[in-house]
């Protein structure tokens, strides 16, 4: 046998393989073309690809189809969604106070859909209704408040009853307020000269429909009377022949008391009021001369008395009387707020401004008890169903605390009310 070129034998080379295990009896040898012609058949890829291309094109339909279907969904789906958004404008036109826009929003989701939020939709006309008035309410008096009739504008606000709109309620009654100093400045260039009393009687008697009492609104309607009156022909037409006292009182208002005492002395026989001036004026002479030795109620009865003698307005002589009132009322509403008696602070601080309107002092203590009033209603209002007692005292506190016209004011009165007749 040739050698191998490797060297050593066929049968060498065999035996080296046998000692190294590399072939052991009964496994043949596999070579490289045996593996290959004795392995599994090849699979073709193709029904794989089909398959793919097959979830690819349903995918593809599937989309568009949601996509197509999306902006019709489903009738009910697209019915609600329309609803739902009839419903947010009508909730933001409440927002706005637009009462009467927002009851048509409503009633057209109810019927759209007469099962939509139908509790809350219940309450929400529920409001509406009770608002629709004072939306009317609050027209007028922005109207009125234009055009300047103080009078008419005072009254609609007087009437709006509302829980829901005190911000609007507040706004409008600051613009009065406005339009109410306007006013004053119109009625000081009707003075003149050359005076327009005709004009100046009907801003007097408007602002006295808007505020009561008030001093300068008294004084310009009694000199446009009388002049009015002076430049009318007749004896039927002179005031003083009708209502002596006035001249009295007006006498008294600018400081002469002597010739106010005269004229009711001349009209006291014939004339009630005459003799009630008459009277008057006898008190306050004998209690005006120790003004310090009265007591403050003493003194606050005095200057009571003194302003119903002048017509309504303090007469110029009362001056020491206001200022005494003023300043005992002050301190004692300062000391009424130092320990915590709110309602007597804010009774004794509006006795003071009514003494002297200008009052800095009185004026903060009133302006201070007003927000704690606030704070008292809202704990009032917290503990209405778990504690209503408590809730009932505070209520009672801030009816004390507030002027009439204030809202928190009236809905405490409301509460009371409602407590009490449990």
Same mark, same amino acid.
């Given at each position: 046998?040739?050698?191998s070129?490797?060297?050593?034998?066929?049968?060498?080379?065999?035996?080296?393989?046998?000692?190294?295990?590399?072939?052991?009896?009964?496994?043949?040898?596999?070579?490289?073309?045996?593996?290959?012609?004795?392995?599994?058949?090849?699979?073709?890829?193709?029904? /794989?690809?089909? *398959?793919? #291309?097959v979830?690819?094109?349903? =995918? +593809? &339909?599937? @989309?568009?189809?949601?996509?197509?279907?999306?902006?019709?969904?489903?009738?009910?789906?697209r019915?609600?969604?329309?609803?739902?958004?009839?419903?947010?404008?009508?909730?933001?036109?409440?927002?706005?106070?637009?009462?009467?826009?927002?009851?048509?929003?409503?009633?057209?989701?109810?019927?759209?859909?007469?099962?939509?939020?139908?509790?809350?939709?219940?309450?929400y006309?529920?409001?509406?209704?009770?608002?629709?008035?004072?939306?009317?309410?609050?027209?007028?008096?922005?109207?009125?408040?234009?055009k300047?009739?103080?009078?008419?504008?005072?009254?609609?606000?007087?009437?709006?009853?509302?829980?829901?709109?005190?911000?609007?309620?507040?706004?409008a009654?600051?613009?009065?307020?406005?339009?109410?100093?306007?006013?004053?400045?119109?009625?000081?260039?009707?003075?003149g000269?050359?005076? /327009?009393?005709? *004009?100046? #009687?009907?801003l007097?008697?408007? =602002? +006295? &429909?808007? @505020?009561?009492?008030?001093?300068?609104?008294?004084?310009?309607?009694?000199?446009?009377?009388?002049a009015?009156?002076?430049?009318?022909?007749?004896?039927?037409?002179?005031?003083?022949?009708?209502?002596?006292?006035?001249?009295?009182?007006?006498?008294?208002?600018?400081?002469?008391?002597?010739?106010?005492?005269?004229?009711?002395?001349?009209?006291?026989?014939?004339?009630?009021?005459?003799?009630?001036?008459?009277?008057?004026?006898?008190?306050?002479?004998?209690?005006?001369?120790?003004?310090?030795?009265?007591?403050?109620?003493?003194?606050?009865?005095?200057?009571?008395?003194?302003?119903?003698?002048?017509?309504?307005?303090?007469?110029?002589?009362?001056?020491?009387?206001?200022?005494?009132?003023?300043?005992?009322?002050?301190?004692?509403?300062?000391?009424?707020?130092t320990?915590?008696?709110?309602a007597?602070?804010?009774?004794?601080?509006?006795?003071?401004?009514?003494?002297?309107?200008?009052?800095?002092?009185?004026q903060?203590?009133?302006?201070?008890?007003?927000?704690?009033?606030?704070?008292l209603?809202?704990?009032?209002?917290?503990?209405?169903?778990?504690?209503?007692?408590?809730?009932?005292?505070?209520?009672?506190?801030?009816?004390?605390?507030?002027?009439?016209?204030?809202?928190?004011?009236?809905?405490?009165?409301g509460?009371?009310?409602?407590?009490?007749?449990?």
């Amino acid at each position: 046998m040739p050698p191998s070129p490797r060297g050593g034998t066929a049968n060498s080379r065999l035996e080296g393989k046998e000692g190294r295990g590399e072939d052991r009896p009964g496994r043949p040898v596999r070579t490289a073309r045996m593996s290959v012609e004795s392995g599994p058949p090849r699979r073709s890829r193709r029904p /794989q690809v089909a *398959a793919a #291309l097959v979830v690819m094109v349903v =995918l +593809l &339909v599937s @989309v568009k189809l949601f996509v197509g279907r999306r902006p019709g969904l489903d009738p009910n789906t697209r019915g609600s969604s329309e609803v739902a958004t009839m419903f947010t404008e009508a909730k933001t036109l409440i927002r706005q106070g637009k009462w009467a826009e927002a009851k048509v929003k409503l009633e057209a989701v109810r019927e759209e859909d007469e099962d939509y939020e139908t509790r809350q939709i219940e309450n929400y006309l529920k409001v509406v209704a009770a608002e629709l008035p004072n939306e009317a309410l609050f027209a007028a008096a922005a109207a009125a408040t234009t055009k300047g009739e103080l009078g008419r504008a005072t009254a609609a606000l007087a009437q709006v009853k509302t829980t829901t709109q005190d911000r609007a309620l507040t706004d409008a009654k600051q613009a009065l307020a406005q339009r109410i100093e306007s006013r004053r400045a119109e009625a000081r260039t009707l003075l003149g000269p050359p005076a /327009q009393w005709e *004009a100046l #009687l009907a801003l007097s008697e408007d =602002l +006295l &429909v808007a @505020v009561p009492g008030d001093r300068e609104g008294a004084e310009w309607k009694q000199q446009a009377e009388q002049a009015i009156a002076r430049g009318k022909k007749g004896p039927t037409r002179v005031v003083s022949v009708e209502t002596p006292w006035v001249e009295a009182q007006l006498r008294f208002k600018n400081g002469d008391v002597s010739g106010a005492r005269s004229l009711a002395q001349g009209c006291a026989k014939k004339h009630a009021k005459c003799r009630d001036l008459e009277n008057g004026l006898s008190v306050l002479e004998a209690k005006s001369k120790n003004l310090e030795a009265l007591s403050d109620a003493d003194l606050l009865t005095l200057f009571r008395l003194d302003r119903e003698l002048a017509g309504g307005v303090s007469s110029e002589t009362s001056k020491p009387l206001r200022t005494l009132v003023a300043s005992r009322y002050f301190l004692k509403a300062s000391k009424a707020k130092t320990s915590g008696s709110w309602a007597k602070a804010v009774e004794f601080g509006r006795n003071a401004l009514e003494a002297e309107p200008g009052h800095a002092g009185a004026q903060a203590i009133v302006t201070e008890a007003k927000q704690v009033s606030g704070d008292l209603y809202l704990r009032a209002y917290q503990l209405r169903d778990s504690d209503q007692p408590e809730a009932l005292k505070l209520f009672k506190e801030v009816l004390a605390m507030t002027p009439p016209d204030d809202p928190n004011h009236v809905k405490a009165q409301g509460y009371i009310e409602r407590f009490q007749a449990r």
